[in-house]
């Protein structure tokens, strides 16, 4: 079973930056998918981003492409989001988790709030 805690969201203005980071323990991390959720305020869960195991293939949802970066450093168990060019719309509590939670019938931690507004 995977455990995870997620941190680094906070406030910031449109046009700015948050790296969020997901320290993970409890599963073989190196061994697995990871990815980045988020819900906003009325809305399902939705996937923002991907990476594999080794860190060499990542994906994203169109609406975060060329503005969001997903990486890992397994020597750490972490996963970081580097969130460039931040939107209103992207306001969400974000969540980390593997990417086949599904699968895997992997549950959710806290998350972070990210709030984008000036």
């Known amino acids: 079973q995977l455990q995870v805690v997620e941190s680094g969201g906070g406030l910031v203005q449109p046009g700015g930056s948050l790296r969020l980071s997901c320290a993970a323990s409890?599963?073989?991390?190196?061994?697995?998918?990871m990815g980045w959720f988020r819900q906003a305020p009325g809305k399902e869960r939705e996937f923002v981003a991907a990476?594999?195991?080794?860190?060499?293939?990542?994906t994203y949802a169109d609406s975060v492409k060329g503005r969001f970066t997903i990486s890992r450093n397994n020597a750490k168990n972490t996963v970081y989001l580097q969130m460039n060019n931040l939107k209103p719309e992207d306001t969400a509590v974000y969540y980390c988790?593997?990417?086949?939670?599904?699968?895997?019938?992997?549950?959710w931690g806290q998350g972070t709030q990210v709030t984008v507004s000036s």
């Open positions: 409890g599963r073989t991390f190196s061994s697995h998918a």
């Open positions: 990476i594999n195991n080794s860190g060499g293939s990542t």
């Open positions: 988790n593997l990417r086949d939670y599904v699968f895997f019938k992997a549950g």
